[in-house]
C-alpha cells in the first residue's frame, strides 16, 4: 500500500479563506511533464505548517513524494499539544504520497545538509518550540510556569508530563493577552466535568480537580484596543460555565468613538468587551452570574517587574507590575512606564508573552532577534532548494487558517522554482539515503502504520472512560507497544 498521512482541514478557516489568484499555482498541474524524475520532498515538522504545506505540494504535482519528518513519535504538533482539549474543531482526511517519520530530530540525528542532498527540495515547518522568558527577578519560583509548558502538560507532550503544577492556591495570574492566555485561563476554570470527556490527559484532570484556583486575572501591558485574542475565544470566556467577568469599566472610558474607525474585526471584538464591562447583564445572564463560584478578569495598562516570593522564599506569592500608559494610538501603541507599581497576591504565575523558535542546524541561517529564518516569502535567504512556512517562517503569530495560507504561499513558490528549473533535475534517492544514515546512528523511525497502532491504543484507553482518547505520555512506552 502507498505509505500515507494525514491531511489537515479547519473547516470553519477553509470557508474563509479565498482559493489562490487565476493563473497561479493550480494551473501548474497541467504543466509538469510525465517524463521528469518525481521530485521527493521533504518537509520538517508535522504540526499544521508541515502538513499544510505537503498538502499544496501533493495537490498541485501529479507525482511529488513528501516525506514528513517529526521528532516526537506522534504527528500533528500544534493541534494535538497545543490546541485547548475542548476544541476538537479539526479534521483530518488521508493523502497519499506522502510519509510520516516519527522518533527523528533533525539537527540531531540527521543534518539539514544531508536532507537537501538526498532531496530535490526541503521545507523548514518546525515551530516555534519555545517560550519568550520574561527576564524580572523571581521568574525562577517555584509556581511560575510558561504557558506553553502548561498547555503541553494538560495535552499530553511528554516533555511536560513530570510538569505537576501546584493548583492549591486561591489566586493565578497570567500574563499575557493572546488566545492562548485565554485557553489557560478556560481551562483552569472550566468545572471539571466538563472536561472529562475530552482528551486531556487523565494526570491533569486529576489535578484539575483538586484545583482550588477561583480567580484568574489576565494581564496585559496594553489597553482593550490592543489585545491579541480572538472574538471566538473571548466569547467562550464570558459564556464559561459558573464563572462572572470582572472588568473595570473605567479601562474603558472614551472607546466607544474611537472604534468607529478600526477595522470589523477589531470593532467586533471591542464592542463585545465594552459590552461586558459596562452594561447590566440581563435577567438571565445576571442569574448565571449570581450563582457563579469562580472569577476571572482582564488587568490592563499593567507590566510584569518582579515575581513576589513567599516570606519562606520557597514559591511564589504575588506579582509586582508596573503600571502603564498608552503612547501612540491604535495596534501600534506602545506601553510606557507611568512609575506607580502595584502588587498583585497570587499563588501561580503563567507567562504567556509569546512563543519563539530555535535555530535547528549550523547550515541554517537563523534571526535570533526575531526568533524566525531569514527569509523571502519561504524561500530561505541564500539557501537554493531550502524553504520555511509557518511561525519559523513569520513569527509565532496568526491562527490556525493563518498558517495555512502562509504554508500554501511557501508552497506555491517551491512549485514555481520546481517549473523553472531552479531546482536539482536528476534523481534524488529521498527517504532510502536518509534511512541508511540513520539506521547506522541507531535511530528507528516511527512510520504512519505505527502511529495508527499507537492511535488505536489511546481511543481503546479512552473508551472506557467516555473519553475520544487516553494520550500515551511516555515515549518509552510507546516504543514498547510497537515492539521495539
Known sequence: MAPRCWRWWHWSAWRRTRPPPAGSTPSFRQQFSTQEQPPQICVVGSGPAGFYTAQHLLKHHPRAHVDIYEKQLVPFGLVRFGVAPDHPEVKTARLDRCAFRGNVV???????????????AVVLSYGAEDHQALEIPGEELPGVFSARAFVGWYNGLPENRELAPDLSCDTAVILGQGNVALDVARILLTPPEHLEKTDITEAALGVLRQSRVKTVWIVGRRGPMQVAFTIKELREMIQLPGTRPILDPADFLGLQDRIKEVPRQRKRLTELLLRTATEKP??????????????????????????????????????????????????????????????????????SVGYKSRPI????????????????EGRVIDV?????????????????ATTMTDSFLTGQMLMQDLKAGLLPSGPRPGFAAIEALLSS???????????EKLDAEEVSRGKGAGKPREKLLDPQEMLRLLGR
Not at 361 to 376: R, T
Request: proline share 9%; hydrophobic share 40%.
Open 106 to 120: 533533525v539537527g540531531r540525528d540527521v543534518a539539514v545538509s544531508e536532507l537537501r542532498a538526498a532531496y530535490h
Open 282 to 351: 440581563g435577567v438571565e445572564e445576571a442569574a448565571r452570574q449570581a450563582l457563579a463560584s469562580r472569577t476571572w478578569g482582564l488587568r490592563f495598562f499593567r507590566s510584569p517587574q518582579r515575581v513576589l516570593p513567599s516570606p519562606d522564599g520557597r514559591r511564589v506569592a504575588g506579582i509586582r507590575l508596573a503600571v502603564t500608559r498608552l503612547e501612540g494610538v491604535g495596534e501600534a501603541a506602545r506601553a510606557a512606564p507611568t512609575g506607580d507599581t502595584e502588587d498583585l497576591p497570587c499563588g501561580l504565575v503563567l507567562s
Open 441 to 451: 546512528r541507531g535511530v528507528r523511525p516511527v512510520s504512519f502504520s505505527d502511529w
Open 361 to 376: 542546524d549550523p547550515s541554517v541561517p537563523f534571526d535570533p532577534k526575531l526568533g524566525v529564518i531569514p527569509n523571502m
Open 384 to 400: 537554493p532548494g531550502l524553504y520555511c512556512s509557518g511561525w519559523v517562517k513569520r513569527g509565532p503569530k496568526g491562527v490556525i
